[in-house]
């Protein structure tokens, strides 16, 4: 369940105006998202830039398109731990890798990446499993800069001991560490996952299906979004997966949230991966 967000009416009026005046401005729209993330990522927005309101904010992003820029980061900021939920990631070791190793190039997405944990940590599975080579993984989210922050994501080096154990728990056959270089108080992954990535700005809520894939990560989005969006979301994320193809979704999200949900059945309860099976 997403947290829930102390607002005021006052703070509420701005926010909905600002998600209109960014539409309206720049043609992001966001009207079909939880108030909550919506809130957190203005309050964000709004102390950075050293504002006293909302509303300040939203003149300030009419002028100024860095500013837009950084407040689509936050927007995109879904603070997934990495390696988080590791029987998932257990489960793509054990169901998912031996389908893949069958296609001679395994095609992979991970949609709205946020801090990029999902993607380096798909990476780092397909590594060990001798298929990061073969494979092509594709990493988007909804701007160039949101894309660039999960590109260039890092790991406090406080959370590294729950890291390592939940790598662990995955089946991880080395040390999380070798594929990180700590400095300091953050530790950053080892560029060379992400040499076969293609990195790319695709907003979900807008933009259309541009490949077809064996492998889909969309962990943490769709319970941001009201339910007509989740719905047309999760179609896009129909129409991008293969016949046979393995979709993950995050904690508080289920296949019924799709209106395919019928082509679908569970490949490894109670990990949320599901099988297209129609």
Known sequence: ?????????????????LVEGVNRRYGYDFSGFHLGPLVRAARRARRREGLPTV?????????????????????????????????????????????????????????????????????????EEGLLERCRLYATDLSDSAVRAAREGTVRAAELPRASEAYRRTGG??????????????????????EKVVFASHFVVTDAVFNE???????????????????????????SLDLLGFLCLGGGESIELSPHERCYEAASPPARLFRRVR
Do not use: K
């Open 55 to 127: 509303s300040a904010l939203l003149e300030r992003l009419l002028r100024d398109a860095a500013c837009m820029d950084r407040l689509l980061v936050d927007l995109a900021r879904r603070r997934t731990p990495l390696f988080h939920e590791p029987e998932l990631f257990l489960a793509i070791r054990e169901e998912v890798i031996p389908i893949l190793r069958t296609y001679p190039r395994p095609r992979i997405w991970v949609a709205g990446g946020g801090s990029g944990h999902d993607l380096h940590a798909m990476a780092i599975v397909l590594q």
């Open 213 to 239: 894939f064996n492998l889909i990560l969309c962990r943490n989005l769709l319970r941001t979004l009201t339910g007509p969006l989740q719905r047309r979301v999760a179609d896009l994320l129909h129409r």
């Open 1 to 17: 369940m997403l947290r829930p967000v102390d607002a005021g009416p006052l703070e509420e009026l701005e926010v909905r105006l």
């Open 173 to 194: 056959r080395g040390s999380l560490e070798a594929y990180l270089r700590i400095d300091g108080g953050r530790a950053a992954f080892d560029p060379g996952l992400g």
